[in-house]
């Protein structure tokens, strides 16, 4: 496999922080996770920190109880590690991975995981698709492909050398302060060391679906204009014969899809507290209609977009 640097401009500085009892933590986590509410336990303290840009960022939990559920695709993969107790994680695949204390699991963005754990600390490196697709050379099959990646490190010395990168990165992963050249500069050392220790596998020999083909291409392409006709010349349907395969193994429209999938990123820019305004996160997912963007979100979050915003730049002990 080859590993090309990417460094370059790193995207804004983004910070995480969220301190609540963790029954009543919020809806912003089961979006980054993709876990959709399925942690079935009544918790008592939870807190959630972290810090980074939206290619590499560096994140922890405090947490007390077992917890179980199902962690659904994500938009960035993750490499996490537990500070004690045990964690069972098993893949869409079948594999079954026991994680000790200390021993670093590679999540893929588009695998589907159940897990259980009783663990009070976690720690998690979130890697985004873009990066690791440029980085392994792999962007021509973003609209086709999922990257899966290996769960568990085999080599000893890659990990030891990943361990001792996350060691001498974190402080400039985690500073505001750090410029956004030395910052790209970071993103690329953490991305290789990660790459070493869990390669890329091939995806299991099932050919993606029209619907899984449209459905990879909104996610590239969310940030931008999009007709209808293009996400079906991506999937390779027609207009109708997209329409009917989202109606019959969605029971949703393409659009509708989308304008979800467009409402979840502007949640999480919010809930991250680092963007200037919500109008301008709001025209930068293309909604550009005030008024009926606000009510989308109202309906989809149970709260108005100034209130998640508002929420995150609250300070917290």
């Avoid at 804004?12 to 912003?28: D, M, N, Q, V």
């Avoid at 990879?216 to 006709?229: D, G, Y």
């Avoid at 009926?292 to 929420?311: C, D, M, N, Q, V």
Wanted: net charge neutral; glycine share 8%; hydrophobic share 40%.
């Amino acid at each position: 496999m080859s590993v090309n640097p990417v460094s370059g401009p790193s995207s804004p500085y983004l910070r995480f922080r969220k301190a609540t009892i963790s029954a009543r933590r919020g809806p912003e986590l089961d979006h980054v996770y993709g876990t959709g509410g399925g942690i079935g336990s009544v918790l008592e303290q939870f807190r959630y920190a972290g810090a980074g840009d939206a290619d590499v960022s560096l994140r922890g939990a405090s947490v007390e109880g077992t917890r179980a559920g199902t962690m659904q695709r994500r938009r960035d993969h993750i490499v996490f590690w537990i500070g004690d107790g045990t964690a069972t994680i098993t893949s869409a695949h079948g594999g079954t991975v026991v994680v000790p204390p200390g021993r670093p699991l590679f999540l893929s963005a588009g695998t589907v995981y159940d897990f259980t754990a009783a663990t009070s600390r976690v720690t998690m490196l979130h890697l985004s698709d873009a990066i690791l697709r440029t980085t392994v050379g792999a962007q021509d099959t973003a609209a086709v492909q999922d990257l899966l990646f290996e769960e568990l490190a085999r080599d000893e010395h890659a990990l030891h050398r990943l361990r001792a990168v996350l060691e001498g990165s974190t402080a400039a992963l985690t500073s505001a302060d750090t410029s956004a050249d030395a910052r790209a500069a970071v993103n690329d050392r953490v991305v290789a060391a990660v790459l070493a220790a869990f390669p890329r596998r091939e995806a299991d020999p099932v050919a993606p679906t029209p619907v899984g083909r449209a459905i990879a291409f909104m996610h590239e392409h969310a940030h931008r204009e999009l007709s209808v006709q293009e996400v079906a010349e991506a999937a390779g349907l027609s207009v109708r014969g997209l329409q009917d395969a989202f109606a019959r193994q969605l029971q949703t429209s393409p659009m509708t899809h989308l304008r979800a999938l467009r409402l979840d990123g502007v949640h999480e820019d919010l809930a991250s507290g680092s963007v200037d305004s919500v109008a301008d996160v709001a025209r930068a997912w293309q909604f550009h209609h005030p008024g009926r963007f606000a009510s989308s979100y109202a309906a989809r979050f149970g709260e108005k977009p100034s209130a998640t915003l508002r929420w995150a730049r609250t300070p917290r002990p």
